[in-house]
């Protein structure tokens, strides 16, 4: 499972999203950070991008040229 420094800690709290920086060419999109499955340990690279004007992120894992989306709801 999980083998850095989030090995074994509770998951309520943990930061799952790391390192994740503004693209320069789409301000609009932020990359070359990871996510963490905390069900499962595994970090996959990460694409997020805010729609609905922040009201929801559009989440994308990947490992090479294979992902997964999802979108994320804001909670007031």
């Known amino acids: 499972k999980c083998t850095?420094?989030?090995k074994d800690k509770?998951?309520?709290?943990?930061t799952i999203i790391r390192n994740v920086r503004q693209d320069?060419?789409?301000k609009s999109?932020?990359?070359g950070g990871e996510i963490l499955d905390p069900t499962n340990?595994?970090?996959y690279k990460t694409?997020?991008?805010p729609v609905d004007g922040g009201k929801?992120?559009?989440?994308r894992g990947y490992i090479g040229f294979l992902y997964?989306?999802?979108?994320?709801q804001r909670v007031e």
């Open 10 to 14: 509770p998951v309520l709290g943990m």
């Open 41 to 43: 340990g595994k970090t």
């Open 24 to 26: 320069a060419d789409d």
């Open 4 to 6: 850095d420094d989030r």
């Open 29 to 31: 999109i932020w990359t």
């Open 47 to 49: 694409r997020l991008k």
């Open 68 to 72: 997964r989306t999802q979108v994320w």
């Open 56 to 59: 929801s992120m559009e989440m």
